[in-house]
């Protein structure tokens, strides 16, 4: 229903940048909420962050909190992933999401979100 756009992953080296993208295509995203997860091979998909799109409210796993942050630009429809202080452990896809029905404590739940991105590829390596 919603089609959502990632750019912006890349190789980079560990302790550098990235910052990706995620475009929707939806004529407004409010009451939506936008995540982003990564996934490597052999491995379930895993959150990473959330952002609700009124008042802005943020969540974060464990593993990137202090490193990444999640933002947003209504005027644009998207949302934003800063990776800080990449480690090699950072490396997947990462993936779009999101959802107009997702309440406050399922935020981090996959399976609360109906539209995905097709993801881009994220390298830490030296």
């Known amino acids: 229903q919603v089609q959502l756009q990632e750019s912006g992953g890349g190789l980079v080296q560990p302790g550098g940048s990235l910052r990706l993208s995620c475009v929707a295509s939806v004529y407004s995203l409010r009451n939506y909420a936008m995540a982003w997860f990564r996934q490597v091979p052999g491995k379930e998909r895993q959150f990473v962050a959330a952002?609700?799109?009124?008042?802005?409210?943020?969540v974060y796993a464990d593993s990137v909190k202090g490193r990444f942050t999640i933002s947003k630009d209504s005027a644009k429809n998207t949302v934003y992933l800063q990776m800080n202080s990449l480690k090699p452990e950072d490396t997947a896809v990462y993936y779009c999401?999101?959802?107009?029905?997702?309440?406050?404590?399922?935020?981090?739940?996959?399976?609360?979100?109906?539209?995905w991105g097709h993801g881009t590829q994220v390298t830490v390596s030296s």
């Open positions: 952002i609700r799109w009124n008042g802005g409210h943020t």
């Open positions: 999401a999101a959802d107009p029905n997702v309440i406050y404590s399922q935020l981090s739940n996959v399976e609360a979100y109906d539209d």
